[in-house]
């Protein structure tokens, strides 16, 4: 069994940061390309951003310029550094592998919520 778990949420007036974490105990990350994904209340899950092994990047056009996905290899861990927040950004965030690349994503874990609200 694969649990996908997430931290870092919190609340956050608009134009703060916040540093999400995505670990799991039961999968190494290291050879898949990972992604976060977020969903805001009454929308779809949307793609937010992804890192390849090798720690490239592509973003959600809303969030480029502020958002930096990364990933620490030997740590098992995927990270989602988030700057400039702005309300429209409130969502609970997950991550998983990259659906654009694979339809054998992992289960979802509950999220971390940020919510951006002065």
């Known amino acids: 069994q694969v649990q996908l778990v997430e931290s870092g949420g919190g609340l956050v007036q608009p134009g703060g940061s916040l540093r999400l974490s995505c670990a799991s105990s039961?999968?190494?990350?290291?050879?898949?390309?990972m992604a976060w994904y977020r969903q805001a209340p009454g929308n779809q899950r949307e793609f937010v951003a992804r890192v390849t092994r090798g720690g490239n990047t592509e973003y959600v056009d809303s969030v480029k310029g502020r958002f930096t996905a990364s990933r620490d290899n030997a740590k098992n861990e995927v990270y989602l550094q988030m700057n400039s927040l702005v309300p429209e950004d409130t969502g609970v965030y997950y991550c998983?592998?990259?659906?654009?690349?694979?339809?054998?994503?992992?289960?979802w874990g509950q999220g971390t919520q940020v919510t951006v609200s002065s």
């Open positions: 039961g999968i190494m990350f290291t050879n898949y390309v």
């Open positions: 998983n592998r990259d659906r654009r690349i694979t339809r054998n994503i992992f289960d």
